[in-house]
C-alpha cells in the first residue's frame, strides 16, 4: 500500500511534496532555535552520556515512581558518574556527582543558565526549573573534571 | 550524491557555521515532523526539536555515518518525542483534566501513523537532494504550481532543460524513498552501529 505513493506518476510525486512539506514546514521560532544550537556545541567538556531514564528504562521504577512524580536520569564517563532525581509541581532537581566531588554546576536550557555548587556529599539542587531542552556542565575548581551531560527534554 | 550531506556534517563538525546553516534548511522539517509524530503539544514537539538538534550539536564530530544524518536526526527526535510522550501520558495518571481532554481523539491513529512515514521518509530524501535538485523540486511543489517559464526564470536555467532537470531529479527522489522504505524501520536501521 505504502510503495504505491512512490511508483505512481511523475505529477502525483510532486503532489506528494506539495503536501509533505506544507504539512511539516516548522516555526520560524523553531528554526531559530535549531540554528542556535550551533553556539552551545560542546568543544572543550568531555560528554557524560545518558545510561539511564526512568521514562524509557525501566518501567516497574517508573510506574514507581510516577507516584512521586519523580523522574530519574543518570549519566556517566569512566571516571565520574551524575545522577537527577526531577520532581515535577514546582520542577526542581537534585542530584549527585560520584564519587562525592566539590564541583560547580551549571543547568543550560537555552538561552538561560544557572550555576550552583556541590555539598561535601556531592549533592546539588536546582529549584523551579522549566521544562524544555537541558544539560548539565559540571567541573572541579582546579579544573581537573570538566564535563557535560548529553541533552535531555525536561 | 547524499554525500553533499556528509561534507556538511564534516565542515559544520570543523566550526563552518554556514555549513550547519545548510544542515537546519534540510532537515528542520524532518525533525519537525517527527517531532509531532507522536501527538505531542506544539510546546513539547518544540522542546523535543531543540533537543535534536542540540544533540547534533554534540554529536557533530562523532556521527558514525555522517551521509546517513536524515535518518540519525529522524530516529534521535523519535526516541525524544517518545520519551516526553511517555512524561506527558504519566502526567494524564495524576491530572484527570488533562486526561479527559486527551480523550477527545477523533482521527485513525493507524492511518495517521502511516502517514507520518511516508511524510518523514519523503522529508528525509528530499534533503538529501542535490541543491540544484532540492530548489528546483521545491518550486515545482510550490502553492501554486509555477510555469516553466516562472522556473526557468527563477532557477536561472534553460526552459528546456526544465523539463529533462525535473524528470531526473524526480526519479533521484523515487530512488531514495524506495531504498528508504526497503529497508528496515528506521529505528531498528539505527540501533545497528555498523561501520
Known amino acids: 500500500m505504502m510503495r504505491s505513493r512512490w511508483s505512481g506518476t511523475d505529477e502525483e510525486l510532486v503532489d506528494a511534496i506539495r503536501v509533505a512539506v506544507s504539512e511539516s514546514e516548522p516555526p520560524d521560532g523553531i528554526v531559530q532555535q535549531a540554528r542556535a544550537a550551533f553556539s552551545l556545541r560542546n568543544v572543550v567538556a568531555q560528554i557524560a552520556e545518558l545510561d539511564f531514564d526512568s521514562a524509557i528504562d525501566d518501567d516497574d521504577l517508573a510506574r514507581v515512581r510516577a507516584t512521586f512524580g519523580s523522574r530519574r536520569l543518570s549519566f556517566r564517563t569512566p571516571a565520574l558518574s551524575l545522577t537527577i532525581d526531577i520532581r515535577d509541581r514546582p520542577r526542581r532537581i537534585v542530584g549527585r556527582i560520584e564519587p562525592p566531588t566539590p564541583m560547580t554546576i551549571v543547568l543550560r536550557q537555552p538561552p538561560a543558565e544557572w550555576t550552583v555548587t556541590t555539598d561535601e556529599h556531592g549533592y546539588f539542587i536546582f529549584e523551579q526549573v522549566a521544562a524544555g531542552a537541558a544539560s548539565l556542565r559540571c567541573w572541579t575548581p582546579e579544573g581537573q573534571s570538566d564535563v557535560e551531560t548529553e541533552w535531555v527534554t525536561l | ?195
Open chain 2, 1 to 195: 550524491m547524499a554525500s553533499e550531506v556528509g561534507e556538511l556534517v564534516r565542515a559544520a563538525a570543523g566550526g563552518d557555521e554556514a555549513a550547519w546553516g545548510e544542515l537546519v534548511d534540510r532537515f528542520a522539517s524532518v525533525v519537525w515532523a517527527r517531532a509531532r509524530s507522536v501527538g505531542l503539544s506544539a510546546t513539547a514537539a518544540a522542546d523535543v526539536s531543540q533537543t535534536t538538534w542540540l544533540r547534533l550539536a554534540e554529536h557533530l564530530g562523532t556521527l558514525r555515518e555522517p551521509d546517513r544524518l536524515a535518518g540519525w536526526l529522524a530516529v534521535t527526535a523519535h526516541r525524544e518525542a517518545v520519551r516526553v510522550a511517555r512524561l506527558e501520558a504519566r502526567m494524564l495518571l495524576v491530572d484527570p483534566w488533562t486526561e479527559l481532554a486527551g480523550l477527545s481523539t477523533e482521527e485513525d491513529p493507524v492511518a495517521r501513523l502511516v502517514e507520518t512515514e511516508q511524510t518523514v521518509v519523503l522529508l528525509e530524501a528530499l534533503g538529501q537532494m542535490p541543491t540544484r535538485c532540492r530548489e528546483l523540486l521545491a518550486a515545482l511543489a510550490g502553492d501554486p504550481p509555477k510555469t516553466y517559464e516562472e522556473l526557468a526564470r527563477q532557477l536561472d536555467m534553460p526552459i528546456g532543460s526544465i523539463g529533462p532537470t525535473r524528470a531526473r531529479c524526480l526519479a533521484r527522489l523515487r530512488a531514495l524513498v524506495l531504498e528508504a522504505e526497503n529497508s528496515d524501520y528506521e529505528v531498528a536501521k539505527s540501533s545497528r552501529s555498523s561501520e
